[in-house]
């Protein structure tokens, strides 16, 4: 069975960094690909970042490319999002996602509020 547990969230002012974290409990990390998706009120879920397993082929969100970094230590079992330049639109629940063929787990979020 995988967990996964964000955290790292907080409130920040706009134009302040923040680094989120997500720690995998289960087998295989390494195997997995690893995303970093968000929810703000009144709104869908949306993929922000992505990474293969092998920490590759990454992808990112328009809204946030150039700002947001994914990466992932596969000696950790921890995949990371570093967020900087914060924006007050950034504002959301972000959740981390695990995926594997047909396998889907997710984190229960962590609550990221860009205000001053």
């Known amino acids: 069975q995988v967990q996964l547990v964000e955290s790292g969230g907080g409130l920040v002012q706009p134009g302040g960094s923040r680094r989120l974290s997500c720690r995998f409990s289960?087998?295989?990390?390494?195997?997995?690909?690893m995303s970093w998706y968000r929810q703000a009120p009144g709104k869908e879920r949306e993929l922000v970042a992505g990474?293969?397993?092998?920490?590759?082929?990454?992808n990112y969100a328009d809204s946030v490319k150039g700002r947001f970094t994914i990466s992932r230590d596969n000696a950790k079992n921890t995949v990371y999002l570093q967020m900087n330049s914060l924006k007050p639109e950034d504002t959301a629940v972000y959740f981390c996602?695990?995926?594997?063929?047909?396998?889907?787990?997710w984190g229960q979020g962590t609550q990221v509020t860009v205000s001053s």
């Open positions: 996602n695990a995926g594997r063929y047909d396998l889907i787990y």
């Open positions: 289960g087998l295989n990390f390494n195997t997995y690909r």
């Open positions: 990474t293969t397993s092998i920490g590759g082929n990454i």
